[in-house]
């Protein structure tokens, strides 16, 4: 079954998202008698959103500006580039951050958000530089010496801000 899930971003913007056999906000797909077995498990994305934000010390409005934009809250979405589940992470980077199964969502988000908090930590709380990397990789920020010059990273990265109603207007070389 289908369900509409919701999530409030920074705007005070609801965004609705139809995820297939997944619950949001603790309200379970009905069920007939006979899905019931064929039915994936239950899961409450917004829960494993707050206790991420609450493990590694990031907002769940920046976590959910990140799912949407990588993801549309999918947790089956496969880029072009093999990026895998909610929080879009590639093959290799979810092997270094022990992610077994990146279309499991609590997995996803947990090494999504450490991914990220990683990011944070090395570019001192930096969130645009911290974006960057997450959408390009954190060797390209260190040669750019800031955002990169890719307009799809720097999209990205102003999309999210924008999301969590941040001033986009400072310094353009950074981004």
Not at 42 to 52: C, G, H, L, Y
Not at 66 to 73: G, K, M, T
Not at 163 to 168: E, F, G, K, T
């Amino acid at each position: 079954m289908n369900r509409v899930g919701r999530q409030l971003l920074g705007l005070g913007v609801l965004v609705l998202t139809v995820i297939s056999g997944y619950a949001i906000s603790g309200f379970p797909p009905a069920r007939g008698p006979r899905q019931a077995e064929r039915a994936p498990a239950v899961v409450d994305i917004d829960t494993f959103i707050a206790t991420a934000a609450i493990r590694y010390g990031v907002s769940e409005e920046l976590i959910a500006a990140i799912i949407e934009a990588e993801s549309e809250f999918n947790p089956r979405a496969v880029s072009r580039r093999g990026a895998q589940g909610l929080m879009q992470l590639m093959p290799e980077t979810a092997v270094i951050l022990g992610v077994s199964d990146p279309f499991d969502p609590r997995a996803n988000i947990d090494g999504g958000v450490r991914h990220l908090r990683a990011l944070m930590d090395r570019f001192d709380n930096d969130l645009p530089l911290a974006l960057a990397a997450y959408n390009a990789g954190e060797v390209a920020v260190i040669k750019h010496r800031g955002v990169p010059p890719y307009r799809e990273t720097r999209g990205y990265v102003n999309r999210i801000l924008k999301r969590l109603n941040r001033d986009v207007s400072h310094d353009s070389s950074r981004i």
